[in-house]
């Protein structure tokens, strides 16, 4: 059963406050009623009441409603949420208008009619709620925003000379407004970036967004970020708001940018340009104030191909670039990682945590990680479920027999024709391992690119993250 509301009647005619009182109480509305302003302080302090009728006129004889206002300031001062009622003998247009503007939620003159007043004071009752409810739902925001940011400085972890660079960068650029490109492969860590960028600004209190573009559909681009009305297509059945609109005041990530396709570069240049945003099918610009992290795993120099990228807009978007090196190439930090995730993983499943063992320590460290630091801890995950024994040994994390050994010496023999063609070269039947292969080799040609991989494959960007995470790639 809902609370009954709790209304404040502060007028110094002891009249006026016995019939509101009276003709609230048969609306079960609850009332305190009092005669001097003087009290009022003292009586929201407690935050108890849901709005307040409060006279504007309080001396004897006044009737400029001097009062009522500096009382009017006072208490919107103590409470924003609470919805305030101003009502006198001596009103006009320029008084009600001035009231508004100074913060009161409606204007009622005496002597008021019973159903008027129940009807504004109605009104301000559910202002007063909504207001304490949008206040609530941005303390939850925030709070689980900081939440999430607390533990985000844990995750970047890296001690190794090519990590030195980035950090570097972070300490100059994050409390910046500058847009920011991440560069680097799958797995390297862009969004753990990205996110500890957001958490060093300004904005840190404020939404962070992320859109993965490489997994919308490109049908859905636009609706995606900009946002569409209703029935501007087909399956638009209601309004929707876009991701550039929701991260209004905070930090917008576009991961995977490289996938946008041009039409759609134009406009959201455009969007940055004069920063407003008008949704699919609609008409009015709806101002924004994003700031613009993104990332791609294309190499720049493909990037700077204007077949493929507007340069304009990637003058516009790397303000600052941050190009994260794969862990091959901070083999040294591998340790620390695994340690990271076994932490993790100890708390996800209640067990106790393993250290590696020293067997398998140089093998993991001597592994070039295709998939980067993203494989690195799926294999830590499935390591620490598989692992039977008090220490984590090579065979848990599933890697290939040769990892961490010496190559051995070529045989003198004339390499196979198809090993200078490019095909791939079997020396199994086994279809877990053709697969593993097959998917090492598309990464490998095209770089670490997902979606070109995933294409040359003949098989969707999600079903090769889902073969990556099986193989440890």
């Not at 019939?19 to 302080?41: N, Q, V």
């Not at 009737?63 to 009017?72: I, P, Y």
């Not at 060093?200 to 939404?207: F, G, T």
């Not at 090579?394 to 198809?418: E, W």
């Given at each position: ?86 009502i006198t003998a001596y009103g006009d247009v320029g ?248 932490a993790i993983y100890a708390r996800k499943y209640n ?123």
């Open positions: 059963m809902a609370e009954q509301p709790r209304v404040l009647i502060v007028d110094d005619d002891e009249d006026i406050l016995v019939a509101a009182r009276l003709m609230l109480k048969r609306e079960g509305i609850l009332c305190h009623t009092e005669p001097r302003p003087d009290r009022i302080p003292q009586l929201l302090k407690d935050g108890t009441f849901d709005a307040v009728l409060l006279d504007m006129n309080f001396a004897i004889g006044a009737n400029t409603g001097r009062e009522g206002f500096q009382w009017l300031k006072r208490i919107v001062e103590i409470d924003p949420t609470l919805s305030v009622v101003l008084t009600a208008v001035e009231a508004m503007k100074q913060g009161a939620a409606d204007f009622v003159l005496k002597p008021w009619q019973n159903e008027r007043l129940l009807a504004t004071l109605s009104s301000a009752l559910k202002l007063t709620a909504s207001k304490r409810e949008a206040q609530q739902s941005a303390a939850t925001t925030k709070e689980l925003a900081s939440a999430v940011m607390d533990g985000t400085p844990n995750s970047i972890i890296g001690s190794a000379p090519a990590m030195a660079r980035i950090f570097a960068l972070l300490d100059r650029a994050a409390p910046t407004e500058a847009n920011v490109l991440i560069l680097g492969e799958n797995g390297t860590g862009k969004e753990v970036i990205a996110r500890e960028i957001h958490r060093r600004s300004k904005r840190r209190d404020q939404v962070f967004v992320s859109v993965d573009l490489g997994s919308v559909s490109e049908s859905l681009f636009e609706s995606e970020l900009f946002g569409h009305k209703k029935g501007a297509f087909t399956d638009a059945k209601e309004d929707r708001v876009g991701r550039l609109v929701a991260a209004n005041g905070g930090t917008l990530f576009l991961d995977e940018i490289g996938n946008l396709p041009l039409y759609l570069q134009s406009k959201l240049l455009s969007v940055l340009e004069q920063r407003v945003v008008i949704p699919v099918g609609g008409t009015k610009p709806i101002p924004i104030d994003v700031r613009l992290v993104s990332a791609t795993n294309m190499p720049l120099e493909q990037l700077g191909r204007e077949d493929v990228f507007r340069q304009d807009l990637l003058y516009r978007i790397n303000t600052v670039e941050l190009h994260l090196p794969p862990l091959r190439d901070r083999a040294d930090d591998i340790p620390a990682l695994i340690d990271h995730f076994v067990m106790p945590a393993k250290k590696v063992s020293p067997a398998a320590l140089p093998r993991l460290m001597a592994w070039r990680w295709p998939g980067n630091v993203r494989a690195l801890r799926h294999a830590v995950e499935r390591a620490m479920i598989l692992s039977g024994g008090p220490m984590l040994e090579a065979d848990d994390f599933s890697l290939p027999s040769t990892a961490g050994q010496a190559p051995a010496a070529p045989a003198p023999t004339a390499a196979p024709a198809a090993a200078t063609t490019g095909a791939l070269v079997l020396d199994t039947l086994d279809l877990e391992a053709v697969e593993r292969e097959a998917i090492r080799k598309a990464l490998s040609k095209h770089q670490g690119n997902i979606s070109h991989a995933a294409q040359d494959l003949g098989i969707t960007r999600a079903s090769l993250y889902r073969r990556m995470e099986k193989h440890g790639l």
